[in-house]
């Protein structure tokens, strides 16, 4: 597997970003720039909930004037943040309701969910193409995912797994994507958790995914491998890649749902893509303007995956149902802001002292763009939602829920990090590929989470 060269794309017309409602910032002689160079696909998956709270004076964020306007991507109109911007305003939060923009008015991923994702992923890859922009896509319902925690559930078995595949691939048809494969699901494998029976199919339902994915004509697709400080033996993360279609796909993605910094995230990836001899990679930026709560690094083993609800009990949509986020949306919200402060009894969570769930003090990240300024580096993307909770943790809803609490703060941060700046790529590429012997999961040892 050599060096990949980016596909050739169309150029994009910006006029259409924002429309006439929602007049967004702009670059100085934004309109002199040029598309970069861009790669089709990727496919994931989200959801939402809601409640208010005015950000303390003094916290502005610092880059918003700075970010890329002229960003390919698709930026929902009817998505969670957007509908509370339009409730806010309605009621005279404006200031809050600016704020808040700086999540609404940008470019997120859309989670597939239900049992049949056609109707959801036709829907969104549709829109996107009027709008002439690329939709990102988060594909989340391997078997066993999660290893039964706060983002448990997926498809049965492999079986309905494929089908679900083929479903979701149907939806997209010959318009352009960009897949994110299965946040977790090559980690969670790598760490031991997921149960013997499962762990034998995994790595090979995600090689069929990939082939299924790549046979559209404008998809590009990135496997999930997790974030820098989860899986510390990159050699056994690069075999499992190898093993999953990694070949065959456009690359990998980091950094789904975390928070490590683009720095810290551009080091693991460049190391993890030389033993790929240079396959290129995504990260998500979404909340990493701050870093993580804790700097220091975990013993390798299961992680909470990324929350990906599809309604307002957290229960994926009936079959043949997606989830209609036009319809409703302001009665969707209130209820959680209700629903939120039945949940909040200030009682201390499972989850209140890990630095994964809902963390206090973070910030957004570089906004999403592919001017990544580093080679291997395709885009920088929010695939995980900004607002949307983790877990039932430190106050939140359940994950997948949408806290506004939360995404106001996030959005009204300044972020400590530096702004993402090209990095060297790697020094060398090696030529050996990384080892064949595959390690022998263990049985899964992760308790089922706590529901109190």
Known sequence: MGTRRRPRTARLDTRDRYGPRHAGPRRKHASRRRWPLLRYGAVLLVCAGAVGVTVPAGLAHTVDDEWDATSPFWAEPTGPAASQVRIWEERGREEDAAILRRIADRPTAVWLTGNDPKAQAEQVTRRAERAGRIPVLVAYNIPQRDCGQYSSGGAADAAHYRTWVSRAAAGIGTRQAWIILEPDALAQWASGCVPAAAAKQRLALLTEAVETFKALPATSVYIDAGNAGWIPDQHRLADALTRSGIGRADGFALNVSNFHTTPVTREYGDRLSALLHGTHYVVDTSRNGNGPLQEEKKPAGPEPGPAAGAGKSGAEPAPDQAPDRTAGAEDD??????????????????????????????????????????????????????????????????????????????????????????????????????????????????PPPSTG
């Open 333 to 446: 919200i209130e209820a959680d802001e209700a629903d939120r402060a039945t949940e909040d009894s200030g009682a201390p969570g499972p989850g209140d002292a890990e630095p994964w769930c809902n963390p206090p003090g973070r910030a957004l990240g570089t906004p999403p763009t592919t001017a990544t300024g580093h080679p291997l580096i395709d885009a920088f993307l929010w695939i995980k939602r900004p607002g949307e909770s983790d877990g039932a943790c430190r106050g939140a809803p359940a994950a997948g829920r949408w806290w506004a609490d939360y995404a106001l703060r996030l959005a009204g941060a300044t972020p400590t990090s530096p702004p993402a700046a090209p990095g060297p790529p790697p020094a060398s590429t090696p030529q050996a590929a990384p080892p064949a012997m595959r390690p022998k999961p263990t049985e899964n040892t992760v």
